[in-house]
């Protein structure tokens, strides 16, 4: 009967902010007459983030998940009040502006929080080609707000002020609408196409090789690839199992246009609070040992690995640069650490700063994303060589999402170690750091000890 206690769950929480929302109403401020939206939220214990999901992807009511390993917080937004998508460069700002929009249109109680969850592609795209039906980036005004950890909760529900019944719960029981089939058919379509052969993707890290012993401008430059299998385990299943085995790691769900894209990362882009600013440098890899003592030996082997050392430290120097215009009081320590997750351990150096006067979460997000973990370096001729020489679309693979709160703080994640679901199939990334003395058949390894994660908790062994 677990099902049905969750079920009623969430609509009674929706039916108690309604509720609340209806008592508001008598009692308006005349400022907030002319909102077009109104929030309220209530406390409370026990939440039940695992029943939730599952029964959120029973429903047709499209949801996104995030969960910040850093505050130990989980973020639900559910249903869709309104949307924005925007391609182009110009993507963070715009939904910074658009959020700021929103909410100058929505009236609350003054402890009333707000949040959203946006995600972001890879990189703006240049033609119109791959990954139909998701934008370059785009956010969600929900329904349904739920955060907390594992013992409370605060819920926020958003109304319609002309109509402030909730529109949720007669979408409950919904099938998915056939017409998302269409483009979900196209997208594995377009998967089917874009999955290499090992001697095809080894053929590219080769030609990137030698591209980078020619001594032109490119240092670096990380290829990818993607894997596509068919799967009876759904995605809720698969994230369960996903925070059992890396509880430490960024968690998000995604749903758009029926379909879910899914992740466990271990890398952060940035976190924004107030002036405080904190990014993750994370580059080089090794595969974890059998025992400990091997394990120890293989992380003290990469800590010494000058390939994977070049690497890390090239993305270091890229952040201090980076972040040197839109912050200051930077702290970076000398020597990486070891990040270990349960599948591999990387290389790995916390950077923190405060934010200059003036500086916004979009410029933060605008100045790192992509990173030169996820693009190559320079970051810019890197991206020239992914578009030209990478023969399908990264999408969403490597791009970033997590939440923005009303004040403008943050925490976003790069969405590595990641997959999308698409009706019983799941399209798995991963991807690799090439310099100019990396070993194709070494880096191909190291992209399937990095579809792991995801493999293993869809049941593909
Ligand atoms: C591009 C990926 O990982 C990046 C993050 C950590 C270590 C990496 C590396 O050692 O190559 C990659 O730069 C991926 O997981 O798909």
């Known amino acids: 009967m677990a099902d049905v ?33 109104l929030a309220v939220s209530l406390d409370s214990s026990e939440p039940d983030w695992r029943e939730w999901i599952l029964q959120l992807e029973q429903s047709a009511i499209e949801y996104r998940y995030f969960y910040d390993p850093v505050l130990k917080r989980h973020f639900l937004s559910v249903g869709s ?54 934008p370059d980036a785009q956010l969600v005004l929900p329904q349904l707000l739920l955060m907390g950890n594992e013992t409370s909760f605060t819920a926020v529900g958003l109304f319609e002020q002309q109509q402030p019944n909730f529109v949720l719960s007669g979408y409950w029981h919904k ?12 997208l594995l379509e377009e998967f089917r196409n874009s999955v290499e052969s090992k001697n095809a993707w080894e053929r590219r890290v080769l030609h990137a090789t030698e591209i980078l012993k020619s001594h032109g401008d490119l240092e670096k430059v990380v290829l990818a690839r993607l894997s596509l299998h068919a799967t009876e385990t759904l995605p809720s299943t698969a994230w369960k199992l996903l925070q059992k085995e890396y509880p430490d790691n960024f968690h998000f769900i995604f749903q758009h246009q029926g379909m879910t894209w899914l992740g466990a990362s271990p890398e952060r882009l940035l976190t924004v609070m107030g002036n405080r600013f904190y ?15 091997e394990d120890k030996a293989m992380g003290q082997a ?29 702290q970076i320590p000398d020597l990486p650490i070891l990040k270990k997750l349960a599948n591999v351990q990387h290389l790995y150096t916390p950077v923190t700063a405060e934010l200059l006067d003036g500086v916004s979460l979009a410029d933060a997000l605008k100045t790192l994303h992509p990173t030169p973990a996820v ?15 990478e023969p399908w679309a990264r999408g969403w693979y490597a791009g970033t999402l997590g939440w923005m709160d009303s004040e403008g703080n943050g925490s976003f994640a790069v969405a590595l170690r990641s ?11 991963a991807g690799a750091g090439i310099m100019s003395d990396s070993l194709p058949e070494e880096e191909w390894k190291e992209t ?14």
């Not at 997959?419 to 990334?429: D, E, P």
Request: hydrophobic fraction near 40%; glycine fraction near 4%.
């Open 279 to 293: 990014a993750d440098a994370l580059a080089g890899t090794e595969r974890r040992g059998r025992t400990d003592k």
């Open 175 to 186: 099938k998915p609408v056939e017409e998302q089939r269409l483009t979900v058919d196209a």
């Open 302 to 330: 990469l800590l010494k690995s000058r390939k994977n050392r070049q690497e890390h430290v090239a993305v270091v120097h890229y952040l201090q640069e980076k972040i040197q215009h839109i912050c200051h009081h930077i």
């Open 448 to 461: 399937e000890m990095k579809m792991l994660p995801i493999r293993r908790a869809f049941g593909i062994f």
């Open 5 to 37: 206690r969750s079920t009623l769950n969430l609509l009674r929480i929706l039916e108690q902010l309604s509720h609340l929302v209806l008592q508001l109403q008598t009692s308006l401020p005349d400022e907030a007459r002319s909102k077009r939206w």
């Open 81 to 134: 009040l309104k949307e924005f998508a925007i391609c182009g460069e110009n993507r963070f700002h715009a939904v910074e502006q658009e959020w700021q929009r929103w909410l100058r249109d929505i009236w609350r109680p003054s402890n009333c929080p707000l949040f959203v969850l946006p995600g972001f592609s890879f990189a703006p795209r240049h033609e119109s080609k791959g990954w139909v039906g998701w």
């Open 419 to 429: 997959g999308l679901y698409l009706h019983r199939f799941i399209a798995v990334f």
């Open 375 to 389: 693009a190559g370096l320079p970051v810019s001729d890197a991206l020239a060589y992914i578009r030209q020489e």
